[in-house]
């Protein structure tokens, strides 16, 4: 459920960038204080392992599809919250750059979507309570589970909330939603699944891995950061289901309607776009304002835009093959 | 995501154009991103000119084509998933390019058009900078020290992991095992636990060389920003304004077309 | 001077595995000490447990006249160099010059004192020509060699080895052992290559089963035959002559 940078408006993408800049800072800055570099070295292993882990599919019987162990979950299993946190980050950073999976812009979403979520909310406050509840394998399962489900329904949420900011998709969001949610239900069981195994395997071999990270006491003000933006999120979220829920099909109509969405700047129809580009296209050239307004004058636009476009792109290439050789002759 | 594209892409390791500071691609990048994204819904060829960006990069650094479709390939169904509902519920129908066709479809169209215009560049970027060229620019950005050294450490290992994995999985396949949800455990549990021994002798070897915290001392000189940086910067950026604020396509094409008839 | 002691030191690994049984013995000051064994007969974990990576069960192990505190543990890492069996364990930063650097860095050591310190590593490793390379492209043997010039760029008072020659081909296992020669370095060895124990070492201990079979002068029982099979070992090739 990465958000591609194609996806989001830059608002919404700036807003979530300052959102997971904050958390990061946060995060760091609370590690830093507590001066314990005893596992650093565990957390580049393990968010290396992590992304080694997703690139084994397990194949899911009856269904043809594959799934994968989840991210979050068990690198907060293993790190705490802060450095699963930062794991997470360095994690999606990667695939942004190096996979094509989310992007430079949409990096703030996905680090709230699939970090912030799992590692804050889901661990701390689904995973530990129901590992402590019920003992032993079957609490960490059950946990695992759970908060693997919780933490992937909470995320795939924001994706839709910030698709829909952002102006993107004209299917009615009810249904969105709907599509969403059950579609990551399903993987988030796979996947807490798949993570529950993978802990229990370790559990039964090194019992004291597990407890040592679990009786880590959590900082007072990384609860407070937490807090604050888990009523934010849980604040948005509200209004936003409000509104989805008060106009079936109004999508971000209505969202512009109310908060005013200031990044969609442009008009809307496309007959009023096209005068809008001809007014443009006309005041440089004053010459050509005189032109008939037929109906192959579009035909026109289309030619100079077409042939335009080539140009610029050909100028593009040669530009930088010229400065390629220019280089490589110094 | 496919493990593949991890150690057989050039894109990997290796920073090929000392020419540019990753610093500077990366403003650059965003600058680009963010102008493409700020196009209307409805806005398609209008946006074209900015993958002269891409391209400039892209040829001047020498990456390869295929690598990058590949990977666009890997991510393009989400994209998809979002926006093909478009042309379903966004029916208003209307002229374009001389044909009929309703909103959504133009709608749609201009997503995948971002998602064309978006990817490349990042991949590019990426390519030209190259992984340490990021994790040094990371360094020099002020980022803390923790997600600093947690970058290098992922740099390091990724790759050592990913050939781990992959001859876990082909040892077990090449002996017909199958890879279900079922047996995660006895894949992954192994691995895991090699990967938490492994991470305590990287502990103890950080330790016996001094480790304090600070993974990657940063240099004075990697901060540096040239002129010619500096210039190549101010370029694309009133470029990308210029895109955004004219109708390029139509001006440069009317002006030859103007020319030539 | 007794720089290590160990004494009566049992572990045995959380699956079970009993790795070393009530073993005792120490490292003086000056010596250079080899370790050889059959495979899974502890060498490595006894490494790792003097480096403080492992905790014993059982016993104690005391570093110059001081059981290992975690202030301790921490000055014995500053002055001791270890070389893992899997060099990947020890080669973090992206280019060779920069790790062999990341040591004396952290020992604050001013730029031009680090430079000198990294180039005369990598002179005595004699990999200068790898220096601006990727630790992941280097050959096994290589990476053996870079992470040794990590060590000795840091000046440690005693070096702990493991399998420091395996992957070398024969010109860079002879100038290794020349350098571990040279050193004034305490070191312990812990290897298959018993002709560099009969090379460089003083003293040799002999490991099966994770207990000490034997503790002496090189070369004593490297040359008996039936003891170093009991043990599954062969005698060195230097002491046999192949063709007789
Ligand atoms: N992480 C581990 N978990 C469980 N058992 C282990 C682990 N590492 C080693 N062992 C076991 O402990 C025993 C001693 O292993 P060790 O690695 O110390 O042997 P070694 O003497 O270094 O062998 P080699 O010459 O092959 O390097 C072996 O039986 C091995 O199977
Ligand atoms: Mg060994």
Redo the contacts between chains.
Sequence with gaps: ??M???????AV?GVFWVVSAYL??K???V??KS?D??K??????????V???????????GTGSS?H?GGGLLLSI?LGPERAF??M???L?????????G???ALGCNIFNMGFFPCFIAYPFIYIKLSERIDGTKGIFWGAVIASIAGLIMGAFFVVLQ?AF???????LNM?MLLMLLIHFAIGA?EG??TA??V???YS?????LTESKTENRHKEMKRAVAVFALLALMTGGLFSFYASSSP?GLEWSIEGVAGTA????P????H?FSA?IH??FA??PD?AFKNKAASE????????????I???A???A???F??KR?GRQ | MRLKDLYRTEIYDESRGPFFSPLVLLAVTFVYTVAVVSFDRYQTFRMLPLAAYPIFIGSFARVSGRDIFRKMLTVLPFVIFIGIWNPFFDTTRTEYLGIMISMGWISFFSLILKFLLIVPATLIMVAATGFDGLCRTAASLGLPDVLVTQFFLLQRYIRLLAEETHNIVRARVFRGGKITVANAGNICGPLLLRCLSRSERIHSALMCRGFGGQLYHKHRRENRISVHDLIFVLTWVLFFSMVRIFDMPVLIGDLIVGCVF | MKVFEIENICYSYPDGTKALNDLSFSVYEGEILGIAGANGSGKSTLLMLMMGCLSPLHGKIIYEGEKLSKQKLMIMRRETGILFQDPDDQLFLPTVWEDVAFGPRNLGLTEEEVALRVNSALRDTGIEALANKAPWKLSGGEKTLAALAGLFAMRPKTLLLDEPTSGLDPKSRRELINIIGRTKNTAVIATHDLDMVMDVCQRVVIMKNGTIESDGKVPGVLTDREFMASCGLEIPLSLTSRFS
């Design positions: 459920m990465h591609a940078d194609a996806l989001v408006s830059p993408g990061t800072a995060s760091s800055a590690l830093k001066d570099t005893g650093t070295a565990l957390m580049g292993v393990l968010a290396a392992f992304f080694a882990s997703q690139m084994i599919n397990f194949s899911i019987p799934g162990i293993f930062l794991s980050v360095s994690i950073a990667v695939q942004a750059f190096f996979f094509a999976d992007g430079l812009l698709t952002s102006g993107i998709t004209s299917l009615p969105f796979v699944f798949a195994m993978a229990i395997y370790v071999k090194m019992p004291g891995v099909d990044e969609i700047e442009a809307r129809s496309l007959p776009s580009l443009e296209r440089p050239l050509y579009n035909m026109g636009t289309t030619v100079s835009g077409v042939v335009g476009s140009i610029t792109l100028i593009a290439l530009l930088g093959m400065f390629r280089n």
